[in-house]
T-cell receptor, first 113, second 117 residues
């Protein structure tokens, strides 16, 4: 399975932008890039996903490198409620995955007031 | 609308006892997934349901673990003869499409924290 690599932890100050990187050098042409996050004592929640083009939604932006071997989740103005573990996940083609999510260790984001 | 719910929220049991964990997915979601999260193993997939059938059981760690889904809705995860290494948070997720979709969103419940003494 295609693998992702993320930094173990990152820190930010409140109301500053945060850029969370993810490397996925073995990504295939049909794999989607998804981001989920897990707040303390909660189940994971969907953040954003994309294939080739950059994506924006109310929660975040996703910047995808032209060669698709890396991507960056951008939180434009971090708040204390954004402190969570952020997971970068590749959704691979059907056949063996059945849509299951394969979680790595993720990036622990700490936001300072 | 109502999200994914799980019960109980916490379960403490003695080694060797059987436990049942329940998941109520979002109404209309055809796909249902069970995951577990433990300190040593992170968040790992257990089993996937499409409707009432389970085409992917590859993540179940042993034959002590089983799951069923009835009426295309509620699912129960059963652990027989529990062991201390079964202690973890068991998470359920549902999605509209499931299957080979690479774009549908999985919605997670709050989890059941299982402690085996």
């Amino acid at each position: 399975d295609a693998k992702t690599t993320q930094p173990n932890s990152m820190e930010s100050n409140e109301e500053e932008p945060v850029h969370l990187p993810c490397n996925h050098s073995t990504i295939s042409g049909t794999d989607y890039i998804h981001w989920y996050r897990q707040l303390p004592s909660q189940g994971p929640e969907y953040v954003i996903h994309g294939l080739t083009s950059n994506v924006n939604n109310r929660m975040a932006s996703l910047a995808i490198a032209e060669d698709r071997k890396s991507s960056t989740l951008i939180l434009h103005r971090a708040t204390l409620r954004d402190a969570a573990v952020y997971y970068c996940i590749l959704r691979v083609s059907a056949g063996t995955s059945y849509g299951k999510l394969t979680f790595g260790q993720g990036t622990i984001l700490t936001v300072h007031p | 609308g109502a999200g994914v719910s799980q019960s109980p929220s916490n379960k403490v049991t003695e080694k060797g006892k059987d436990v049942e964990l329940r998941c109520d997915p979002i109404s209309g979601h055809t796909a249902l997934y069970w995951y577990r999260q433990s300190l040593g193993q992170g968040l790992e997939f257990l089993i996937y349901f499409q409707g009432n059938s389970a085409p992917d059981k590859s993540g179940l760690p042993s034959d002590r673990f089983s799951a069923e889904r009835t009426g295309g809705s509620v699912s129960t995860l059963t652990i027989q003869r529990t062991q201390q290494e079964d202690s973890a948070v068991y998470l359920c997720a549902s999605s509209i499409l499931g299957g080979g979709s690479r774009t549908d969103t999985q919605y997670f419940g709050p989890g059941t924290r299982l402690t085996v003494l």
